[in-house]
Nanobody, 125 residues
């Protein structure tokens, strides 16, 4: 296992959580890392990504302004800080490694990502 997610849980609407994705040396060297989520009965969707070299970030419109992706190179860990949580944020959250795009940017197309972790469940009541 090269990516391990943690930090999920049950939280009330309006609350906050911080997810962590601990990566192996190999996985952390990828061009970008992203957070994705999959709600029951729905397709997996991108949430946020961060480019390894530029630090550039990209967010899905549904979470922009509420979620923040960050990284700690010393710990080889990527975080997802989630504020103002809503019931529609309920899903299994996954991290994965992905490609680089022009200008040191990242993108959120699930087929372009690999090395999926086991996920961490977030439930907002």
């Amino acid at each position: 296992v090269q990516l391990v997610e943690s930090g999920g849980g049950l939280v009330q609407s309006g609350g906050s959580l911080r997810l962590s994705c601990a990566a192996s040396e190999y996985r952390y060297s990828a061009n970008s890392m992203g957070w994705f989520r999959q709600a029951s009965g729905k397709e997996r969707e991108g949430v946020a990504c961060i480019h390894r070299r530029s630090g550039g970030t990209y967010y899905a419109g549904s979470v922009k302004g509420r979620f923040t992706i960050s990284r700690d190179d010393a710990k080889k860990t990527v975080y997802l800080r989630m504020n103002s949580l809503k019931p529609e944020d309920t899903a299994m959250y996954y991290c994965a490694t992905g490609p680089s795009r022009a200008g040191g940017m990242c993108e959120l197309s699930p087929p372009d990502y690999s090395g999926w972790g086991q996920g961490t469940q977030v439930t907002v009541s």
